[in-house]
């Protein structure tokens, strides 16, 4: 597989991989996670209480935080994150008046 990828692809590559009684989370190299699984007791924290069939991002996670650790309880989850610094805006960009 690997031989086929090009110079500017590169594999994903999961951290680290959790599981309680009947859900799971996915932690990635780049500072995401991915969720899936029962989330009777909102254990996922995504706002809601069903069942998630496949792996769920969360969105724009990485964008502000990295993940260091992430864990899971029989019905509970937790994600341990490192702040990252607020992003520059563009010094060379002039404002217009």
Do not use: T
């Not at 799971?24 to 909102?42: K, L, S, T």
């Not at 509970?76 to 992003?87: G, M, Q």
């Amino acid at each position: 597989m690997y031989d086929q990828l090009d110079e500017k692809q590169s594999p994903l590559l999961m951290k680290k991989l959790v599981c309680g009684r009947r859900h799971c989370m996915a932690a990635f190299d780049y500072g995401a996670f991915y969720f899936w699984g029962d989330n009777e007791v909102g254990q996922l924290g995504n706002r809601k209480r069903s069942f998630i069939e496949s792996p769920f991002p969360k969105r724009k996670f990485e964008l502000h935080h990295n993940v260091e650790n992430i864990v899971c309880g029989v019905d509970s989850a937790a994600v341990i994150v490192e702040d990252l610094p607020p992003r520059k805006k563009n010094p060379d960009r002039k404002r217009k008046r």
